[in-house]
């Protein structure tokens, strides 16, 4: 179990190590957003988003998904008298995954006209914390090439999800009939796409020699599961 990360600001990696205090290895962290769009859902139109954290082992090239959200809006809506929040938005996960996976790069595919909307929101939105989220544009060229990109990586076990979860159910779900990728499937991809695309690639200038930092340097976030 992962139970404590250091992020390296030289190579941009975050290394995990378990309750031991042994790496288990060094990772290259994206996330991707699929901006809110109508689906149906248990027979209705609903409005949802999603969005994703992956980490890519720079040793293994093993992708682990490490977090995902759904969201309808960017800001979190409070409710009127007791100012609880009743839906949470998609800055205040971004800023959680600040925190916890280091993570300030999140890719997205234009879709429509709206999609740009909600890209200015984030941008300007006040409950962004120090680490502000880059957001660039990216695409694929269709849905079939998309579905392969996801089944190839599940067929080899070159990607981690966890049994049970949105991401998890919607994969399983994926069919030669498929047409149109679901929210958490289309922000998937997103990130598989920059992963692919845009390699993480070593600083001919920097030695990633293993080491264990100082207690000084880690990063602990107790009572959190962040996968296995």
Known sequence: MIDVSYYNPATRLVHFYDDQRNLIGRYDIRGGICWPTVVEEYGSAAFRGFAVVCGRNIEDSIIKVLDQFSFSTVES?????????????????????SNKWRNERYYWRQTNDTDKDYLLQVIRSKPIGTLRPVLPKINWSDTNSAKHMVLKLVETADLQIKAGTDLAQDIATISPATEKLSPPLHALVCCLTAFERYPWRKNKNHNEADFVPSRAFIRHFPGVNHGT
Not at 77 to 97: A, P
């Open 77 to 97: 809506v409070l409710s009127q008298d007791e100012g609880i929040i009743e839906h949470r938005g998609l800055t205040d996960w971004i800023n959680e995954c």
